[in-house]
């Protein structure tokens, strides 16, 4: 069992920053790839970065590529999602989760999820 808990949301101008934190807890934690999700209301779940296990590859999705940033400490356990030039159509839940498999972002892959962080993005 794996066990992951987001933190960091809020509200937050846009062109502002957002860290989000998921720290992961549970059983060889370290062989998980962790993903972020978000999901805005109205809109499918949209998968938009993870994290590899074992080299530490990271895939964005187009829609965020350029502007956030994963990384992980496994020493913490935490994986990382740093937010920049944000807008409003990045507003959304975000969810951490986790996978045995590394390098994919398909949420069917994903056993373990957290409870989500709201993120808010408006003037």
């Known amino acids: 069992q794996v066990q992951l808990v987001e933190s960091g949301g809020g509200l937050v101008q846009p062109g502002g920053s957002l860290r989000l934190s998921c720290v992961v807890s549970?059983?060889?934690?370290?062989?998980?790839?962790i993903g972020w999700f978000r999901q805005a209301p109205g809109k499918e779940r949209e998968g938009i970065s993870n994290i590899a296990s074992n080299d530490g590859r990271a895939y964005y999705a187009e829609s965020v590529k350029g502007r956030f940033t994963i990384s992980r400490d496994n020493a913490k356990n935490i994986v990382y999602l740093q937010m920049n030039s944000v807008t409003p159509e990045d507003t959304g839940i975000y969810y951490c989760a986790a996978s045995i498999v590394d390098y994919v972002m398909e949420a069917t892959h994903y056993d373990y999820w957290g409870q989500g962080t709201q993120v808010t993005v408006s003037s």
């Open positions: 549970g059983d060889t934690s370290d062989y998980y790839a």
